[in-house]
DNA sequence: CTCATCTCAGCAAGACTGAGATGT
DNA sequence: CACATCTCAGTCTTGCTGAGATGA
């Protein structure tokens, strides 16, 4: 049945750029699979990460402080709309402006997928020890802030 | 000009799922770059490698060596053959199948995609010691191992 | 006039599916 | 007949771009 499923190349097995982007393809799997169990996706968490920790901002402040794309924030509001997470409305000092704010129930949701992604972390990392976790993290930051800079044109 | 470039939410900015993405997407960005710059792409290097490494294949075999899909690796060994890196020839034993090998030509090509890999792997974990960087992979490894058979649906 | 904002329509690349032609 | 292979066409998703409408 798998008679030919046998191993990658040697090079590419062991290639540090490929190997993360197979832990990302996990990670994803794990993510978008607790998600969408709980009628969300990811875009919804940063959105209501976003409101919760800065409080109400118009779209545009949404989509710099998330990284989203404006277009894809207009989509992302009108689905936590739709829930009820989320209002919006307009801003009475700049009429182009919608504000948008985390309702009460926002707010509850995101305390249920902060503990549904808690979860996914733990399986995510589950053949490391809690020492190796922090080396891993810690690792992962400082890649990450390391290559921030050079991440996107902007523009 | 940065005004509201400001932070991302903590709750994504510490989210180890979060952050593999981060990463893996910088990877993806030096990878593509430097291997565009020698007129490649990935797949290029992944079929190079699987040749070298197991010698001429069907085209199947290698889309199960390299978990590329069907119709991909028909572009892409279109592609090979073009740069004269592959070629293709009917399997006088079974004429369903292509055998595809690498030329003289490819393997002097998957050196020099070698030497350009290993410069975008330097790159990529500039900020890490070489102790950290053993570590990093290491933890890489085992959580890819560990996630393997949950990966792929397959049908 | 210029700039920012919100919105929609559509493009481009990547991963994949369906189906036909060929051959075992 | 069932099955494997190669190929092409086309779908779907994600990230992004362009441009129009509104308003500061």
């Given at each position: 049945?798998?008679?030919?499923?046998?191993?990658?190349p040697?090079?590419l097995?062991?290639?540090?750029?490929?190997?993360?982007?197979?832990?990302a393809?996990?990670?994803?799997?794990?993510v978008?699979?607790?998600?969408?169990?709980?009628?969300?996706?990811?875009?919804?968490?940063?959105?209501?990460?976003?409101?919760?920790?800065?409080?109400?901002a118009?779209?545009?402040?949404l989509?710099?402080?998330?990284?989203?794309?404006?277009?894809?924030?207009?989509?992302?509001?009108?689905?936590?709309?739709?829930?009820?997470?989320?209002?919006?409305?307009?801003?009475?000092s700049?009429?182009?402006?919608?504000?948008?704010?985390?309702?009460?129930a926002?707010?509850?949701r995101?305390?249920t997928?902060?503990?549904i992604l808690?979860?996914?972390?733990?399986?995510?990392?589950?053949?490391?020890?809690?020492?190796?976790?922090?080396?891993?993290?810690?690792?992962?930051?400082?890649?990450?802030?390391?290559?921030?800079?050079?991440?996107?044109?902007?523009?």
């Amino acid at each position: 049945m798998e008679s030919t499923e046998g191993q990658a190349p040697s090079r590419l097995r062991t290639l540090p750029s490929r190997l993360i982007n197979v832990i990302a393809l996990s990670a994803n799997r794990l993510v978008d699979r607790a998600l969408a169990a709980a009628d969300s996706r990811r875009y919804h968490y940063a959105l209501l990460a976003a409101l919760e920790e800065f409080g109400a901002a118009s779209q545009a402040d949404l989509g710099r402080r998330t990284g989203i794309d404006r277009s894809d924030i207009v989509a992302t509001v009108n689905e936590l709309a739709e829930r009820m997470l989320v209002e919006r409305s307009p801003d009475p000092s700049d009429r182009r402006r919608n504000i948008v704010s985390i309702t009460p129930a926002g707010s509850q949701r995101l305390r249920t997928l902060d503990r549904i992604l808690a979860e996914v972390q733990d399986e995510l990392l589950a053949p490391l020890s809690a020492e190796e976790r922090r080396q891993f993290v810690d690792h992962l930051t400082r890649l990450a802030e390391y290559h921030a800079g050079t991440a996107r044109p902007r523009h």
